[in-house]
T-cell receptor, first 110, second 113 residues
Framework: KQEVTQIPAALSVPEGENLVLNCSFT??????LQWFRQDPGKGLTSLLL?????REQTSGRLNASLDKSSGRSTLYIAASQPGDSATYLC?????????FGKGTRLSVIA | DAMVIQNPRYQVTQFGKPVTLSCSQT?????MYWYQQKSSQAPKLLFH???????NEADTPDNFQSRRPNTSFCFLDIRSPGLGDAAMYLC????????????FGQGTRLTVV
């Protein structure tokens, strides 16, 4: 059974810092990995989708990498801003519904 | 423009009183999912539809039912809500199970009193 772990559970950084969020999964046989953002009391907003054949994807200040063989992904956020404060979740799928981690709660302090 | 729309955003229901949550999509996606998310927890899959084919997770309580009358709409029925069913309910879609990007609605926050 696929399990997804995200470390750390919470992170607080000063504005302007670059930061890395980690995601690991137990079964490397995946089709894709998706990173989401969740604001308090809201649904999930898709940030980046990485197909299993890809090693990274970029969108603005966000860069996600995937090392499928080791079961790891990272989300890099450059020049963090207070508006980046949210919970970030990763999820993986193999011709199946997404399996989620619990997320990393990020606070960016002005 | 919102592509996956959940109604209502907030729902308060009485203990034991049936409640229905709705989800609609404008993406014409084949697959629709319902997830339950409790505070600080990972979203947990309740069930999904691939077209008209219904797939129930083994640990989803019988208290939870779903209907998909057409491609665009999907409903979550909770027959007798208990206090433990208070949670955020998330609807999602994608065009091909587990292969393409999934899109989520804004969620329905259910409170049971």
């Amino acid at each position: 059974k696929q399990e997804v772990t995200q470390i750390p559970a919470a992170l607080s950084v000063p504005e302007g810092e670059n930061l890395v969020l980690n995601c690991s999964f137990t079964d490397s046989a995946i089709y894709n990995l998706q990173w989401f953002r969740q604001d308090p009391g809201k649904g999930l907003t898709s940030l980046l989708l990485i197909q299993s054949s890809q090693r990274e994807q970029t969108s603005g200040r966000l860069n996600a990498s995937l090392d499928k063989s080791s079961g790891r992904s990272t989300l890099y956020i450059a020049a963090s801003q207070p508006g980046d404060s949210a919970t970030y979740l990763c999820a993986v799928a193999l011709n199946t519904p997404l399996v989620f981690g619990k997320g990393t709660r990020l606070s960016v302090i002005a | 423009d919102a592509m996956v729309i959940q109604n209502p955003r907030y729902q308060v229901t009485q203990f034991g009183k049936p409640v229905t949550l709705s989800c609609s999509q404008t993406l014409n996606h084949n697959v629709m999912y319902w997830y339950q998310q409790k505070s600080s927890q990972a979203p947990k899959l309740l069930f999904h539809y691939y077209d008209k084919d219904f797939n129930n997770e083994a640990d989803t309580p019988d208290n939870f039912q779903s209907r998909r009358p057409n491609t665009s709409f999907c409903f979550l029925d909770i027959r007798s809500p208990g206090l433990g069913d208070a949670a955020m309910y998330l609807c999602a879609t994608n065009s091909n199970l587990g292969v393409t990007e999934a899109f989520f609605g804004q969620g329905t926050r259910l409170t049971v009193v």
